[in-house]
């Protein structure tokens, strides 16, 4: 039937076969190539996408992230400073009103001793005034009546009381 | 069973050419309608087998690629493995990156050829397509043209047949030798090889599975003594026969298996190589 007898197997039986062989896989390639890798295809592109885009998201969460914990530092270091500026301002302020109070306080006293001592020089020049003029008197009538002798002569009288009195004074001084 | 299913399902050891020992008139085609003469009998058992393996690949297939969703399921992720294999050991690793026009062919071819060749040990037929040396030389004939056209369409027919017969920096002196060699080579083997290789380790793979399966169904229905031998000792051997065919069998599937990816591998090399920069 076929020529080339003698080559057993290695001849085709029938033509059909090769045609066969052909146009099946033809049909098969051809859905393969028109469905099927681009259906593939397509996915694997649509999965990269959805990976990249996933992992760029990813991404700038990190850095938003990052950006806020720089954020909250400063934040938080600022807050620091502030409380240690405050905290060195109230010692230096509590340092001041403890002085203002200190030196208030002494020239209150001060003040307080000036006037007792003041009134005190004033009660005593009164007290001296008037013992002078009381003892003045007394002297005059004791010395009158032991004496007899008129002092009525006031201005002289006076005198002798003064010159008394200064030697009164005199003498305690003296004999201390 | 009569009709058209006998003439389908394998009754190897029975049947026109069939018997023992087998040979290759075993691997003849059964007319599926032996009535209408030898004109129809192109319409044969091997014919309805590659048409059936040619609709579980389109199947499988446009099953594998619907609904396919960014996160795989279950399926989709088998379907992605596969269709990786082909798409980055095969494809990508010889055809660089013009691999995405020709991975089609690549799986295609590669589908194809495997379940054929599962045809073998599966699916009713136990036969493997392959072992038809038509069908072989058809897939041939077909990546004969892909890596001629692909090469013919990227530079002009001279640049090309210069390129595939004198490799770069021959001295003139070997031009004689080299371009008819090169050219045999690159134009006559190739296709031959492809075909041969696939369509004998088909033949010769479900030879030795006839003899295993059929010797030893003849041995273990042995009634008497032959050539000497007791029937418990015929029937011993064929119980060890059957045994051991199921071993064959599994070095089938795996021969299967190896010659659809290497007949892939191949076809990719040589377009690969037909439009590579450089030979």
Redesign the interface.
């Known amino acids: 039937m076929l020529p080339l007898e003698g080559f057993?197997?290695?001849?085709?039986?029938?033509?059909?076969?090769?045609?066969?062989?052909?146009v099946?896989?033809?049909?098969?390639?051809l859905?393969?190539?028109k469905?099927?890798?681009p259906?593939?295809?397509?996915?694997y592109e649509?999965?990269a996408a959805?990976i990249q885009g996933g992992m760029e998201k990813a991404e700038k969460a990190q850095a938003e992230a990052a950006a806020a914990l720089e954020e909250y530092k400063e934040q938080l270091a600022t807050a620091r400073e502030e409380a240690a500026r405050i905290r060195e301002e109230a010692k230096a302020q509590g340092a001041t009103i403890v002085a203002e109070m200190r030196q208030q306080a002494q020239d209150e006293s001060a003040r307080l001793l000036n006037n007792a001592k003041t009134q005190i020089e004033a009660e005593r020049a009164q007290a001296i005034s008037q013992l002078r003029t009381e003892v003045g008197g007394l002297a005059t009538t004791l010395a009158g009546r032991i004496v007899g002798e008129s002092l009525d002569d006031d201005e002289r009288a006076r005198r002798t009381v003064d010159r008394f009195i200064e030697s009164l004074e005199r003498e305690p001084v003296e004999r201390a | 069973m009569g009709g058209l299913a006998s003439r389908l399902i394998p009754l190897e050891g029975e049947g026109d050419h069939s018997g023992w020992p087998p040979s290759a008139e075993s691997f003849n085609s059964r007319p599926l309608f032996p009535d209408l003469g030898p004109q129809f009998s192109w319409l044969n058992n091997h014919l309805t087998q590659a048409v059936i393996a040619a609709i579980i690949v389109i199947a499988f297939w446009l099953w594998m690629a619907r609904r396919q969703t960014v996160v795989p399921s279950r399926k989709q992720f088998l379907g992605e493995q596969f269709y990786n294999l082909i798409r980055n050991t095969i494809a990508r690793d010889a055809l660089g990156h013009d691999y995405r026009r020709f991975l089609p062919y690549l799986i295609a071819l590669f589908t194809f050829i495997w379940i054929n060749n599962l045809f073998g040990q599966f699916f009713l037929f136990m036969f493997p397509t392959f072992s038809k040396i038509g069908y072989a030389y058809g897939l041939a004939l077909l990546t004969w043209l892909l890596y001629n056209g692909a090469g013919i369409a990227k530079w002009g027919f001279g640049t090309y047949m210069r390129k595939m017969t004198l490799p770069e920096g021959v001295p003139k002196a070997l031009w004689a030798l080299i371009i008819p060699l090169e050219f045999l080579s690159n134009f006559i083997v190739r296709p031959f090889t492809l075909a041969l290789r696939l369509f004998a380790n088909m033949f010769a793979g479900h030879l030795v599975v006839m003899v295993f399966v059929i010797g030893s169904t003849m041995l273990l229905a042995m009634t008497e003594p032959a050539n000497g031998f007791p029937v418990a000792l015929l029937k011993t051997a064929g119980g060890i026969g059957i045994v051991f065919s199921f071993a064959i069998f599994a070095l089938e599937l795996l021969v299967g298996a190896i010659q659809a990816y290497i007949f892939t591998v191949l076809t990719a090399q040589y377009v690969a190589s037909s439009i590579a920069e450089s030979h």
């Open positions: 057993g197997p290695l001849l085709p039986e029938h033509l059909s076969e090769i045609i066969a062989g052909i099946l896989f033809l049909i098969c390639w859905v393969i190539q469905k099927v890798v259906a593939f295809e397509a996915t649509e999965r959805a």
